[in-house]
């Protein structure tokens, strides 16, 4: 039986199969030479291509990545430069604040000053006034006894009466000049 069973193997066992050597190895020479074309022709370029592509894609989240970091950078140096013009912005508005309240200040002391001055002014005028009209209403007086006088005189009265009341004028004017003045 090893005998049969050799000549088995030693035959063909791929006819039970149904396999042809010479299409066989056509058909694997044909696949050889499809395979090396595609390899040559196909698939290096299609692989040259998907590395491109792959590298553009690294160097595009590259780019992201970076551009994400400028982004957060400027972002920050927009926020410092805000906070810069804040911080300034609320110190000029304390210092016109400190310099407005500086300027009523003085305003009010220079107000109360010139009121005060001002004030004296017309305590002093009206003194003066006052002084003046005393003089004025003296003179007045002494010209009306001076004229009453006269008609007094040009009256019958005896000179007792004359003298009584010459005396009594006289007394009445300078009586008001002696009170002391307010």
Known sequence: MSTLFTLAVAENPFSRFGVNWYDFTSQAIAFLIIAWIL?????????????????????????????QQELQAVEESRKAVLKTAQEQADRVVSEARAHMAEMVSQEKQRCELLGTELLAQAREEARLDQARLKNELRGDIATMVVKLTAKLTQMNLGQA??????????????????????
Do not use: H, W
């Open 39 to 67: 390899n040559k022709f196909v698939f290096k370029t299609v692989m040259k291509t998907v590395a491109e592509r792959q590298r553009a894609a690294d160097e595009a989240a590259a780019n992201n990545a970076r551009i």
């Open 161 to 182: 009466d004359r003298e009584r009341l010459l005396q009594s004028a006289i007394d009445g004017m300078t009586a008001p000049a002696e009170k002391p003045q307010s």
